[in-house]
């Protein structure tokens, strides 16, 4: 039984080697968000606590990814667009079906 059992502390098992830099990013926010602290994320890892933070920073940001209105638009037409006042996808597509947008010229 190791120290950690004894004490009552959780076991975390630390990601392989081999994982990918996102998948170790991902497993420290996620063991952050469980109750783990920066100092016991960084000595599992081997890195410092400053850099465990930033891991669990880029992991959240993996977790939770950001989609914003205008993705898949080309960069003309999403300025375009905004230069017209709209904001939002919902915007768009009612200007679309009520005809004030159209795909001609």
Known sequence: MSTQEMNGSPTTKVPPAFASPEERYLWVHTEYAKGRTLS?????????????????????????????WHTGLSSQTANRLVEGGYVSREQVLEAVRSGEITDRP
């Open 40 to 68: 016991e994320l960084a000595q599992a890892l081997g890195v410092s606590p400053s850099r465990a933070g930033q891991m669990n920073r880029k992991g959240e940001c993996l977790a939770n990814p950001v989609t914003y």
